[in-house]
């Protein structure tokens, strides 16, 4: 566990001396979105808590994802047919798509913002659970050119549901098994929770 704190101290250095960068055409893509909106809504804002809100989402975070739905790495089914057919280009679009647009923020349970909160920012050191915001940053939005993606605002149901899929490892496609060795520890009910203190949280 030391050693994966050191390296979210590590990570939290390096992201301050980057920033985004654009991938693809947002105009292109959102041309090319038309078969996303039933779920992830027009502007990647969606209506239902097991669907992710993609708007306002990291670029290189949304490609690295379609990417892994069409090779099977990471597994959904409902996506794998969506991602099939896509190119990279059209990945890249549909990311600086998603990228450009708006995300509606949530609310917190005000019943579990508290204990959620003390997970995100410190961890469980008897459980042996990280704190969150050592890569996601204070804010749940860290700038970072790949792989670490911005949390805050995220329904609580799919944050849940994600969390749970890192610590059975059905979820595996995070790079060094971050997010894997980071649920580990992590019970039900503080999943619950620091999923809800992100539907609240606000850069
Ligand atoms: C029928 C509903 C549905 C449609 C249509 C759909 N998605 Fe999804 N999408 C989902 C679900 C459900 C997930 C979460 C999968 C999981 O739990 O791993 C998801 C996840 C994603 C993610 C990962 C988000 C993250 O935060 O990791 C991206 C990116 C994405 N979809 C993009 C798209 C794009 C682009 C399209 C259109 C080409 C599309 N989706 C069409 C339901 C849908
Ligand atoms: C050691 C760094 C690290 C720590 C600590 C960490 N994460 Fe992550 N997290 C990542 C990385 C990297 C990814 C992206 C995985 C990928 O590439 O698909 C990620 C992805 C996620 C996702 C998926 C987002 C999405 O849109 O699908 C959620 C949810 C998440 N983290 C929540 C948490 C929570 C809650 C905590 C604290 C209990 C936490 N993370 C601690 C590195 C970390």
Redesign the pocket.
Known sequence: MKTLLAFAAACGFLLISTSAVAIGDPEAGQAK?T??I???GADGNSMMG???K?AG?HAGY?AK??REFRSGE?A?A??RG?AAG?SDEDIND?AAFYASQTLQFGEADPDLVAQGEAIYRGGDSVRGVPACSGCHGPAGRVNAPGNF?WLAGQHAE?TA??MH?FRTME?HNDINGMMRGSATNISDEQIEAVASFIQGLRP
Do not use: F, G
Request: charge should be positive; aromatic fraction near 8%.
């Open positions: 979105s078969a996303c039933a779920c992830h097991e669907w992710p993609l989402q949304l994802q379609l990471r959904n409902i996506m969506m896509l549909l993606p799919y549901t994600q899929a979820r």
